[in-house]
């Protein structure tokens, strides 16, 4: 793509933005949000409050029903793959595509036939 062809696509995806942007502007729904935003903001200002603390407020339960941490879900063991290259005969097992002598194979010979290779 040419730089002009770029430039000219930018622009073009700016504008759309821009009108977007003139739509929600005067969308009343939004300005409602807005409006409710800024004073739950002064609120929580004059009472010294953070965010928190007013969900524990209104919402005691929030904070035992809190999603379990992403860390302790385990990962799917990765199967072990078997290819055989059918000119040499050669095996190689792995449960990746980081091998090197698979790479080598892939760069060889292509990386659609090598794993057309697979045994079990």
Same mark, same amino acid.
Do not use: C
């Given at each position: 793509?040419?730089?002009?062809?770029?430039?000219?696509?930018?622009?073009?995806?700016?504008?759309?933005?821009?009108?977007?942007?003139?739509?929600?502007?005067?969308?009343?729904?939004?300005?409602?949000?807005?409006?409710?935003?800024?004073?739950?903001?002064?609120?929580?200002?004059?009472?010294?409050?953070?965010?928190?603390?007013?969900?524990?407020?209104?919402?005691? =339960?929030?904070?035992?029903?809190?999603?379990?941490? /992403?860390? *302790? !879900? &385990?990962?799917? +063991?990765?199967? #072990?793959?078997?290819?055989?290259?059918?000119?040499?005969?050669?095996?190689?097992?792995? =449960?990746?595509?980081?091998?090197?002598?698979?790479? /080598?194979? *892939? !760069? &060889?010979?292509? +990386?659609?036939? #090598?794993?057309?290779?697979?045994?079990?």
């Amino acid at each position: 793509m040419s730089r002009l062809a770029e430039f000219r696509a930018a622009e073009k995806a700016l504008q759309e933005q821009m009108a977007q942007l003139e739509t929600l502007k005067n969308d009343a729904g939004l300005k409602r949000e807005i409006e409710f935003e800024k004073k739950l903001v002064a609120l929580m200002k004059q009472y010294d409050k953070g965010l928190r603390e007013i969900v524990a407020i209104l919402d005691p =339960k929030a904070t035992s029903r809190a999603p379990a941490p /992403a860390a *302790k !879900q &385990q990962r799917r +063991a990765r199967v #072990v793959k078997v290819y055989e290259n059918p000119h040499t005969g050669e095996r190689i097992e792995t =449960k990746g595509g980081n091998h090197r002598g698979l790479k /080598a194979w *892939k !760069q &060889q010979y292509g +990386a659609q036939k #090598v794993e057309s290779w697979v045994r079990g």
